[in-house]
């Protein structure tokens, strides 16, 4: 089992920044991928990276260039820096972790709660 918890989500102007922690629990933190999703109000939950135990990373091509994914297995955290924030980046981010390295929801097993980041024009 792993559980995840999520924080560092806020309210942030245009062109701010925030970076987002996901503290895991459990022994086997270090091999399982990780990553980031979010879900705007009325849509679907949609990737935004992910980080493999080797460190190879993915992105979504909407936060390519602004965020950066990263993590330190011996802290059992995932963040996600996210930099140059637009309007658009406003939704709830969850945290999710699961073993194959992969941008569709269904491949993650466990989940966090989620983390309000709104971005204000």
């Known amino acids: 089992q792993v559980q995840l918890v999520e924080s560092g989500g806020g309210l942030v102007q245009a062109g701010g920044s925030l970076r987002l922690s996901c503290a895991a629990s459990?022994?086997?933190?270090?091999?399982?991928?990780m990553g980031w999703f979010r879900q705007a109000p009325g849509k679907e939950r949609d990737f935004v990276a992910a980080i493999r135990w080797s460190g190879n990373n993915a992105y979504a091509d909407s936060v390519k260039g602004r965020f950066t994914i990263s993590r330190d297995n011996l802290k059992n955290t995932v963040y996600l820096q996210m930099n140059s924030l637009k309007p658009e980046d406003t939704a709830v981010y969850y945290c999710a972790a699961g073993t194959v390295y992969s941008t569709l929801f269904n491949d993650y097993t466990y989940w966090g709660q989620g983390t309000q980041v709104t971005v204000s024009s």
């Open positions: 459990g022994r086997t933190f270090s091999s399982y991928t």
